[in-house]
């Protein structure tokens, strides 16, 4: 099997678990979310934005790497998915926080689908720098490369074991600001990996997907920051 059959197939895998995940909370472990935005508009604003936002930061980081073509990117997803979505939100009031069901799946096909981009070697252009570390990779030209996908991977369903753990003890923290705690340790694991890759600078040293998890955590740690309270959270239940 190619890369490209590999990658595509790792693809559905990350899909079908990351739904598998969402599932087995409510419906088998019995997490009790707050309240999400299910209405058709929402959910269209977070598909096309993560839609955009996969080809647009996927495909400029490419051309910004001396590269044609069209690219995806995971990153460029989630980002274009929270622009869109927080704008959906601010265009009609809505001042409820959405996020909270997304956490496990999120971690959990991050974790998947970077097995993907592995598999996918070259072509995929999500590998690392040559490295002389015993565990580094050869894809397939003859140097050993830094898998910073599996990097990746590994930190990733780290925080969804951590994260399982903590909601399984019905943590009320953890489960109203899961999708927040998620998105901080994305972006800063990855801005770290970041330094391991190829790609071409913007900003000094930094990538494109530098600034981009930069700015995710940065959300992130926002949202945590102005999180409500346990106590503020069970009122507005109430009311």
Known sequence: ???????????????????????????????????QSTEWPYVAALVFGAGVGAYLF??????LSGMSGLA???????????????????????????????????????????????????DDFTYGTPTALPWGHDFGDGISRHPVQLYESLAMAAFAVVYVA?????SEPVIANG??????????????????KPYGPVVGPLTLFHLLSLAIAAYAAA???????????HERAAA
């Open 1 to 35: 099997m190619d890369g490209a059959a590999l990658h595509a197939m790792f693809d559905l895998a990350a899909w079908l678990s990351a739904g598998a995940a969402g599932w087995w909370l409510t419906r088998i472990a019995g997490v009790s979310f707050p309240k």
């Open 223 to 233: 949202m945590l920051a102005t999180a409500p309270q346990p106590k503020a959270l």
């Open 72 to 122: 995806r990117s995971v990153e460029g997803a989630l980002t274009g998915g929270i622009v869109a979505v927080e704008l959906y939100k601010w265009r009609h009031g809505i001042a409820l926080r959405t996020g909270a069901r997304f956490a496990l799946p999120l971690a959990v096909g991050v974790a998947v689908g970077r097995i993907g981009c592995y598999a996918a070697g070259l």
């Open 166 to 170: 903590a909601v399984l003890r019905r």
């Open 179 to 196: 999708f927040y705690l998620a998105l901080l340790v994305y972006g800063l694991q990855r801005f770290v990996w970041e330094f391991l």
């Open 58 to 63: 996927g495909t400029l980081n490419l051309w």
